[in-house]
């Protein structure tokens, strides 16, 4: 049973830098995952950010970024606004159809 | 503009059966695979189910392995699910997503959900 691990929650201060991670339970996670992440408010479908590890979605701000951080797929937040405020998920692509999204990770910005 | 919206949930008792679907507008259907998502109340999203273009290549998550079943009709631009033997355990809010190009990952569009209530 592969778990993708996530942050599960995450504390910022407005226009400070943050960085999210996501995880494997055995292994790291590397550019062959596709690694993925996505922002969901309250109530609302999620949004791509990133996709396949670095790749920003149209019309995302360029303060989101991705990377691969030693063993683990980031989502970096360069100087955060108030509506970041969100829940974080990562997905990875296991191979043989099989996908995992991260437990996700709750971001405030206070 | 692309659109995916989804109906078809309710409230169900458990071994009951649904049948959800997604209407896609915006884009040309049959040139993109599509998934099934969903989350439950208060927790994360976890992937269910994929679909290619041709309906040829099919996945399913372990948990909804043979009690869910996924399908499309190109020519009525719809994505379906059939949810079979429900349990409590499947009550969440589904979202059918398109694949966007090449990348597995990318979700890059989602309708805005279809709550399943699965309760006695």
């Known amino acids: 049973q592969t778990v993708v691990t996530q942050e599960p929650s995450f504390s910022v201060s407005p226009g400070e830098t943050v960085t999210l991670t996501c995880a494997l339970s055995?292994?790291?996670?590397?550019?062959?995952?596709?690694p993925s992440w996505y922002q969901q408010t309250p109530g609302q479908a999620p949004r791509t950010l990133i996709y396949?590890?670095?790749t920003r979605s149209s019309g995302v701000p360029d303060r989101f970024s991705g990377s691969i951080l030693g063993n683990r797929s980031a989502l970096t937040i360069t100087g955060a606004q108030a509506d970041d405020e969100s829940d974080y998920y990562c997905v990875l692509y296991m191979g043989s159809g099989s996908w995992v999204f991260g437990g996700g990770t709750k971001l405030t910005v206070l | 503009e692309v659109q995916l919206v989804e109906s078809g949930g309710g409230l169900v008792q458990p071994g009951g059966s649904l049948r959800l679907s997604c209407a896609a507008s915006?884009?040309?259907?049959?040139?993109?695979?599509m998934n099934w998502v969903r989350q439950a109340p208060g927790k994360g999203l976890e992937w269910l189910s994929y679909i290619s273009t041709s309906s040829s290549t099919i996945y399913y998550a372990d948990s909804v392995k043979g009690r869910f079943t996924i399908s499309r009709d190109n020519a009525k631009n719809s994505l379906y699910l059939q949810m079979n033997s429900l349990r409590d355990e499947d009550t969440a809010v589904y979202y059918c997503?398109?694949?966007?190009?090449?990348?597995?990952?990318?979700?890059?569009?989602w309708g805005q959900g279809t709550l399943v209530t699965v309760s006695s």
């Open positions: 055995s292994g790291s996670v590397s550019t062959s995952y596709n």
């Open positions: 997503a398109r694949r966007g190009g090449s990348c597995p990952t990318n979700f890059d569009y």
């Open positions: 915006g884009f040309t259907f049959s040139s993109y695979s």
């Open positions: 396949s590890t670095n």
